[in-house]
């Protein structure tokens, strides 16, 4: 099985006054194709930076991110922002959903700007995949915390990743609609392959994934097969 996802040796660190704070500490690990991997650890333990690394977010300054067989170090922001808009969604804990713009909107203008003609079919397909035909006309004010998550994971995968990162995207939903937007992942990742990199301080969603990886003080303290 193809590696989607290479870490090595990664640290990263920010320099506060004339201390150096070590957020990131020599992480290593690798994820396939189609796999579906947890990164779980305390507030703090640098499980969103690890991420926007990962993902080609930021800038890496030490160790190496292979992304989908590129060096995420030999790109500049503007081809690190390629890489990302060909292959990689994302999902974050507060949706981050434009206001002004409808369900189907929001969904609809990524792939708009691409250049995609038939960027409302497409659309309405999603919506209707995570179960919101009937809320594709509505604002997101007008939509509840899961509804509002499902409207994000539909934008996530309009441009068919090959690799979903979210951030805590359960954090900020109650128990059973969070269990909901979990279950519509892992059906995604079935359904067409995505590689999932989830986030999550909460051990059950951790536990339906294939591997974990424990996270702690920017150390990883375990990786954990789970099949
Ligand atoms: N821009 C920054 N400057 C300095 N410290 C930061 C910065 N971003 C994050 N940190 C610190 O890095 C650590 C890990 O943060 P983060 O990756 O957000 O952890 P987690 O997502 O696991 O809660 C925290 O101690 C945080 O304060
Ligand atoms: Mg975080």
Known sequence: MAKILRV?????????GSKK??????????????????????SG?????LLGL????????DGTVDLCG????????DGRAELRNRHVGFVFQNFQLIPTLTALENVAVPLELRGDSSAENEATALLEKVGLQDRMHHYPTQLSGGEQQRVAL???????????????????????TGKNVVDLLLSL??????????????LELAKKTQRILKLRGGKVQKLQNQQ
């Open 8 to 16: 090595e040796n990664l640290s990263k660190t920010y320099e506060n």
């Open 21 to 42: 704070l070590v957020i990131l500490d020599k992480i290593n690990f690798d994820i396939e194709e189609g796999e579906t991997f947890a990164i779980v650890g305390p």
């Open 45 to 49: 333990s640098g499980k969103t930076t």
């Open 54 to 61: 990962s993902a080609g977010l930021d800038r890496i300054d």
């Open 70 to 77: 590129q060096n995420l170090s030999e790109l500049d922001e």
């Open 154 to 176: 539909a934008r996530a995968f309009c441009n068919k990743p090959k690799i979903l990162f979210a951030d805590e995207p359960t954090g900020n939903l109650d128990e059973a």
């Open 189 to 202: 990742n079935k359904d067409l392959g995505t590689t999932l990199v989830i986030v999550t301080h909460d």
